[in-house]
């Protein structure tokens, strides 16, 4: 593979692109969101799917490697390769256009470098719901979410961005479009191209568009606080809503009693729920059709749950504003726990009956490793854990560096034990390469690999993300 840093390569690219395509300062698209990795590359900037595939046929032409880029919040270094090659940064950030808008079909048409922050305003101007909703919503981008396959906080009732996309379009690894932006939701002409691009993060090719569904906005939201007596608790009371909201319930997020901790010691500021923190609570999101009171709804599942000795306190949201500050403690929990510095930090998915004893074994398994803070919290709804490791007070995670191999290496032992997942919403990037050849299936990786060497024969495309680049 070449270098695209040689004055020669540069310049053939500047003549296809316009001066707007090219960035001063790179630093900003070679850096991670935990500070962990640098990366390399030369960053260019298309503005059109046309661009893109000019950009891809001039590196596959050249054997020049390419390192998609969307809005740089990934946190498994898919974004960066910091070895190999320099590669070609290749940034979204100017395709940021909402194509179409259709109402009637509940779909809206967008460029992969829309902000999500940006769709979801888009379909709330038109009466409808885009629902995936995460912390970074304000500078993830569409294309990168694709990737990803992202999850975020309302996949119990709607999904992960797989089940959000009709269709795509992408530029593939020699410069060719597929143009694959369909808004139909039945369409049995083969392989299903689209789920195999969602979740690829990059490696298979470029999304520069895609069709995204829309759904109906609810007309009565609300949320609530409960404080729970253990997560079997947590578990027993996600059943009960079911039984008694059904689909209404969107989110159903659990939080231990540390990520409290974290916020007082370092914030952001929030405004306490509860007159005791409890060591287990819950965040019950719902929304409801026009007729059916949220309120009500929520009052009545924590009567049952109260007598049924699952939950032991409790705040309904009286307002958007309330609901709105529970939301910001839930999402503030990231923001807390960087701002302490994770030993190790896991992004997990164990069966929904499992979670109880695996959160029980993983505080066992750890306590033979060291002392550490552990900070679990996440989507209980759909089986999806943080599962964070911090130093002790008045230590830091440069103290723990000899450490952190073996916790990781305790946690994902534990998880794979029980039939879980080491990535449930991140990816795999460049961090869990390793991971995934330690615990995935022997079939699978060879399947994985033969789409890759298929579709990527020349294996310019995200090198070293997702497989070991060879």
């Known amino acids: 593979m070449l270098n695209p840093a040689t004055p020669a390569f540069q310049d053939s690219l500047r003549a296809l692109l316009s001066a707007a395509a090219f960035k001063d300062d790179h630093a900003p698209y ?28 001039t590196c596959a032409d050249a054997g020049v490697p390419i390192v998609p880029y969307s809005g740089g919040t990934g946190l498994v270094g898919g974004q960066l390769s910091d070895e190999g090659p320099t590669p070609v940064v290749l940034s979204l950030e100017r395709m940021n256009r909402i194509r179409d808008v259709y109402p009637s079909e509940n779909v809206l048409v967008c460029d992969a470098g829309v902000i999500l922050a940006d769709v979801q305003k888009a379909a709330e101007d038109v ?27 309302n996949v119990l009732r ?23 932006l369909t808004r139909l939701r039945k369409d049995n002409t083969g392989y299903d ?21 829309l759904a109906p906005r609810p007309v009565g939201v609300g949320a ?8 079997a608790a947590a578990l027993d009371l996600l059943a009960m809503a079911g039984a008694q909201i059904g689909e209404g319930v969107s989110a159903f997020e659990i939080m231990h009693r540390q990520g409290f901790d974290f916020l007082d ?6 405004k306490q729920p509860f ?3 409890p060591e287990w609570s819950v965040l019950i999101d719902v929304g409801l059709p026009a007729g059916l009171s949220p309120e009500e709804a929520l009052e009545g599942l924590f009567e049952t749950a109260f007598a049924a000795g699952l939950v032991t306190d409790g705040a309904i949201a009286q307002s958007n504003a309330q609901r709105a500050a529970f939301w910001h403690i839930r999402e503030s929990i990231p923001e807390a726990n960087r701002r302490i510095g994770s030993v190790s930090s896991h992004d997990i998915a164990i069966p929904l009956s499992a979670i109880p004893t695996f959160i029980d074994r993983g505080k066992q398994a750890l306590a033979e490793v060291g002392a550490f803070r552990i900070n679990c919290f996440g989507h209980l709804g759909d089986g999806n854990l943080h599962y964070n490791v911090f130093p002790m007070p008045g230590k830091s995670r440069a103290d723990y560096e000899a450490e952190r191999p073996e916790v990781k290496r305790v946690v994902h032992d534990l998880v794979h034990e029980m039939d879980g997942s080491v990535s449930a919403e991140h990816g795999i990037g460049r961090l869990k390469v390793k991971d995934l050849e330690t ?3 022997p079939a699978k990786l060879a399947m994985l690999r033969a789409v890759k060497d298929a579709l990527d024969p020349q294996g310019i495309m995200n090198p070293g993300a997702v497989l070991r680049h060879r």
């Open 30 to 57: 070679l850096n991670e969101p935990r500070g962990r990795w640098a990366g390399q590359g030369f960053v260019v900037a298309p503005g059109t799917t046309e661009e893109v595939a000019l950009v891809v046929q």
């Open 265 to 270: 010691e370092v914030g952001p500021a929030f």
């Open 193 to 213: 191209l689209r789920n195999l691009m969602i979740g690829a993060e990059g490696t298979l090719g470029i999304i520069t568009g895609a069709a995204l569904k």
């Open 127 to 153: 009466g409808r719901l885009f629902p995936l909703s995460l912390a970074s919503e304000g500078s993830a981008r569409i294309g990168g979410l694709l990737s990803t396959n992202a999850g975020g906080v």
């Open 224 to 231: 609530a606080m409960m404080a729970v007596t253990s997560p």
């Open 158 to 180: 709607y999904g992960n961005a797989r089940a959000q996309c009709l269709g795509l379009e992408v530029v593939r690894p020699d410069g060719s479009i597929w143009h694959g």
């Open 439 to 441: 615990y995935g299936d």
């Open 275 to 277: 007159e005791h923190v």
